[in-house]
């Protein structure tokens, strides 16, 4: 028998775990989880029931093509079916886009900081990252992202509002970027957050995609849409990234429940959009009464607001867990804090305002 086990990729080695953002502990006072981005709603009323039907036939594997999200996807935006593809959240679909691109020798670039599983998902694939620092406003630096490309690039994320900051690229900016990218380099437009944004110069991905056949776009349903525990994301991309995104799936990953809750949620569309406004006035509540405050906080067009605390960000984060919030922090940069219920983002302030003096 071997001593030394299986012998497992080199690329492995270090490779941080995703650190999910931590679950308020149980027990003593009530606290609020503001570490994950999730939505603190409900299921709405006929998502939920779509979902328990489903639940009736989990002993059947679900529908492998996901004809009927998929059908309903490519109406929405008004694209061909075939350019859409579903996965086990956003964060699956980039991990496939990177097993469809990238390998040992090959580089990918985003901007830093940006969504923590980039690094983990680049590692695993086997090629290096190319981090470009954001701006000191905490923007995409996107002349430096194109000025990042070698021959070695493969894949490019743009996290369009950004993750921890919140902050956007805009529609010329965005343009001039993407005309300098060789077409042969995958440009991953990540808008996790987009039906958060209120800038409308923030342009829509999925418009931006449609003549630039080296564009794809990542949505996700866990966000906005509330369908966070249910694992569903979805890329809009031209026929052979869409159908390498297909060869690159696990089979049967995204199970009938999400499927078909995903589906109702499109169609109660309406209803969940009063709640995204909803959060969307308490986010700008919360940025108003934090710059009241004193705090430099960056314009957030995402369901979080950044601040960015240095030295000083463990210790902010066990005063708001102390006051009854559990923030994300990111330490020695900052902390990020979702908008979460209206109690939950008082005791939040009152934390903050708590710390500065
Ligand atoms: C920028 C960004 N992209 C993708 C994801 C992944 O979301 P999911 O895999 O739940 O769709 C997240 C989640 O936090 C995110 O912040």
Redesign the pocket.
Known sequence: MSETGPRLRAQLDGIPTYKPGRPAPAGGVTTYKLS??ENPYPPLPGVMEQATAAARHFQRYPDLACTALTAELAERFGVPASHVATGT????V?QQLLQATSGPGDEVIYAWRS?E?YPIIVQISGAASVRVPLTPGEFHDLDAMADAVTERTRLIFV?NPN?PTGTVARRAELERFLDKVPGDVLVVL?E??REFNRDPEVPDGIEIYRDRPNVAV?R????AYGL?GL?I?FAVAHEPVAEALRKTAVPFGVSQIAQDAAVASLRSEKELMVRVDALVKERDRVLGRLREQGWTVPETHANFVWLRLGDRTGEFAEACERAGVVVRPFAGEGVRVTIGENEANDLFLAAAEAFRS
Do not use: E, I, P, W
Not at 89 to 92: K, M, N, Y
Not at 220 to 223: A, H, L, P, Q, R
């Open positions: 994950s981005n959240g956003s964060v699956g980039a969504f599983a996290c993750n990540d996790a957050y990542l996700t349903f866990s966000k966070a694992r994301g």
